[in-house]
């Protein structure tokens, strides 16, 4: 995933249970980038993102109102844990997230409504025994032969 603070392509890490999906409304929860890709389609109302993560890590990501309250926007989990701790910085950001959205000059989608984030564990995850289940199966088809 792209996070629009780093600059760099991550996948995400949440402590446990974490969310499986997040929704925004009123144009909340678009990363900066994309909302200005994604600026020129004038009818679009929502935007879907499916995202993997690995588990366990150590950033919580409420879902519901709280997500709301934490105004992400998709910044990865190394940035939300060294500079969301940050009050002053976290405000700051906060901030300039607010003046892009307030801003009608600023290219985004002008009739998006809804955006949702729905989080997949990544299959290769060292916490998730699926592949190792998997791997026992195939040992057990060969001794079968």
């Known amino acids: 995933m792209w996070c ?21 409304y009123e144009g909340r929860g678009l990363p900066r ?38 105004f992400w926007h998709g910044e990865c989990s190394s940035c939300m844990e060294m500079v969301y701790n940050d009050e002053t910085f976290y405000q700051d950001w906060t901030m300039k997230k607010q003046k892009f959205l307030d801003d009608p000059e600023k290219p985004k989608p002008p009739r998006l409504e809804k955006v949702e984030w729905v989080f997949r564990k990544l299959l290769d995850d060292p ?14 088809e060969e001794e079968i032969e």
């Open 4 to 24: 629009g603070l780093c600059h760099t392509c991550n996948i995400l890490q949440f402590e446990e249970p974490g969310p499986e999906v997040v929704t925004f």
């Open 33 to 70: 980038h994309y909302s200005e890709t994604l600026a020129p389609l004038q009818h679009l109302q929502s935007v879907h993102f499916t995202v993997q993560k690995r588990t366990p890590g150590k950033i919580s990501l409420l879902s519901g109102v709280a997500a709301k309250d934490t």
């Open 127 to 140: 916490g998730d025994n699926h592949l190792s289940d998997l791997e026992d199966i195939s040992d057990d």
